[in-house]
Protein backbone atom coordinates (compact mmCIF):
# COMPACT_ATOMS: atom_id res chain seq x y z
CA UNK A 1 0.00 0.00 0.00
CA UNK A 2 0.93 3.63 -0.61
CA UNK A 3 0.40 6.49 2.32
CA UNK A 4 0.79 10.17 1.89
CA UNK A 5 3.26 12.16 3.99
CA UNK A 6 0.05 12.80 6.57
CA UNK A 7 -0.30 8.57 6.50
CA UNK A 8 -3.63 8.86 4.35
CA UNK A 9 -4.17 5.54 1.92
CA UNK A 10 -3.39 6.71 -1.62
CA UNK A 11 -3.25 3.79 -3.32
CA UNK A 12 -1.75 -0.08 -3.70
CA UNK A 13 -0.62 -2.29 -6.13
CA UNK A 14 -1.77 -5.78 -4.96
CA UNK A 15 0.27 -9.07 -5.28
CA UNK A 16 -1.72 -10.22 -8.25
CA UNK A 17 -0.53 -6.76 -10.15
CA UNK A 18 -4.26 -4.96 -9.60
CA UNK A 19 -3.73 -1.43 -9.18
CA UNK A 20 -6.16 0.73 -6.76
CA UNK A 21 -7.19 4.01 -5.75
CA UNK A 22 -7.54 5.22 -2.69
CA UNK A 23 -11.17 4.40 -2.29
CA UNK A 24 -9.82 0.69 -3.87
CA UNK A 25 -11.32 1.19 -7.36
CA UNK A 26 -9.44 -0.74 -10.21
CA UNK A 27 -7.79 1.46 -12.24
CA UNK A 28 -5.02 -0.26 -14.29
CA UNK A 29 -3.16 -3.65 -13.42
CA UNK A 30 0.57 -4.37 -13.71
CA UNK A 31 1.91 -7.93 -15.39
CA UNK A 32 4.21 -9.56 -13.65
CA UNK A 33 6.95 -8.28 -17.16
CA UNK A 34 6.16 -4.30 -15.98
CA UNK A 35 3.53 -3.90 -18.73
CA UNK A 36 0.90 -1.22 -17.30
CA UNK A 37 -2.59 -1.70 -18.30
CA UNK A 38 -5.76 0.60 -17.80
CA UNK A 39 -8.56 -0.98 -16.40
CA UNK A 40 -9.57 -2.19 -20.13
CA UNK A 41 -6.63 -3.98 -20.61
CA UNK A 42 -4.97 -1.84 -23.11
CA UNK A 43 -1.25 -1.18 -22.90
CA UNK A 44 -0.37 2.39 -21.51
CA UNK A 45 3.72 1.94 -19.98
CA UNK A 46 6.25 -0.38 -19.46
CA UNK A 47 8.72 -0.61 -16.56
CA UNK A 48 11.96 -2.39 -17.75
CA UNK A 49 13.99 -4.47 -15.46
CA UNK A 50 16.47 -1.61 -15.56
CA UNK A 51 14.32 0.63 -13.68
CA UNK A 52 13.50 2.82 -16.94
CA UNK A 53 10.18 3.72 -17.38
CA UNK A 54 8.19 4.03 -21.12
CA UNK A 55 5.14 5.45 -22.02
CA UNK A 56 2.81 3.41 -24.40
CA UNK A 57 4.73 4.38 -27.83
CA UNK A 58 7.85 2.60 -25.97
CA UNK A 59 9.72 6.09 -24.99
CA UNK A 60 11.70 6.78 -22.20
CA UNK A 61 10.08 8.81 -19.81
CA UNK A 62 11.92 8.63 -16.72
CA UNK A 63 14.11 5.76 -14.22
CA UNK A 64 14.41 4.53 -10.90
CA UNK A 65 18.09 3.53 -10.12
CA UNK A 66 18.72 0.65 -8.03
CA UNK A 67 19.73 3.31 -4.98
CA UNK A 68 16.35 4.15 -5.28
CA UNK A 69 17.17 8.10 -7.25
CA UNK A 70 14.47 8.91 -9.19
CA UNK A 71 15.16 10.71 -12.17
CA UNK A 72 12.65 11.96 -15.11
CA UNK A 73 13.22 11.56 -18.93
CA UNK A 74 16.07 14.47 -18.99
CA UNK A 75 17.73 12.49 -16.68
CA UNK A 76 16.66 15.17 -13.55
CA UNK A 77 16.65 13.30 -9.81
CA UNK A 78 12.78 14.40 -9.38
CA UNK A 79 12.76 11.80 -5.99
CA UNK A 80 14.08 9.62 -4.07
CA UNK A 81 12.77 5.92 -2.20
CA UNK A 82 14.80 4.95 0.16
CA UNK A 83 15.39 1.13 1.54
CA UNK A 84 12.41 1.76 4.32
CA UNK A 85 10.00 2.03 1.95
CA UNK A 86 10.35 6.94 2.57
CA UNK A 87 9.79 8.07 -0.54
CA UNK A 88 10.92 11.75 -0.62
CA UNK A 89 10.54 14.74 -3.67
CA UNK A 90 13.46 16.14 -5.80
CA UNK A 91 13.72 18.77 -2.24
CA UNK A 92 14.38 15.95 0.31
CA UNK A 93 10.87 16.49 1.41
CA UNK A 94 8.43 13.22 2.83
CA UNK A 95 5.99 12.73 0.44
CA UNK A 96 4.76 8.97 1.30
CA UNK A 97 5.69 6.04 2.07
CA UNK A 98 5.63 2.73 0.46
CA UNK A 99 7.04 0.35 2.49
CA UNK A 100 7.45 -3.29 1.53
CA UNK A 101 6.78 -2.03 -2.05
CA UNK A 102 9.55 -2.44 -4.65
CA UNK A 103 11.10 1.07 -5.74
CA UNK A 104 9.96 0.31 -9.25
CA UNK A 105 5.92 0.09 -7.89
CA UNK A 106 6.61 2.85 -5.72
CA UNK A 107 8.41 4.92 -8.15
CA UNK A 108 5.34 4.69 -10.27
CA UNK A 109 3.11 5.56 -8.43
CA UNK A 110 4.72 8.73 -6.78
CA UNK A 111 6.84 9.85 -9.49
CA UNK A 112 5.61 9.30 -12.92
CA UNK A 113 1.91 10.11 -13.07
CA UNK A 114 1.48 10.05 -16.88
CA UNK A 115 0.79 6.51 -15.98
CA UNK A 116 -1.93 7.07 -13.77
CA UNK A 117 -3.72 9.89 -15.52
CA UNK A 118 -3.81 7.47 -18.36
CA UNK A 119 -5.54 4.75 -15.49
CA UNK A 120 -7.89 7.44 -14.58
CA UNK A 121 -9.04 8.85 -17.23
Same mark, same amino acid.
Given at each position: ??????????????????? %????????????????? %??????????????????? !??????????????? %??????????????????????????????????? !????????????????
Amino acid at each position: MYYDSNGRKVGEVESDGTV %RDSDGRIIGYMDSDGTI %RNEDGYKSGQIDSDGTFRN !ADGYRTGEVESDGTV %RDSDGRIIGEIESDGTVRDSDGRIIGNAEGMSKEK !AAYHYFFKWIRNIFIQ
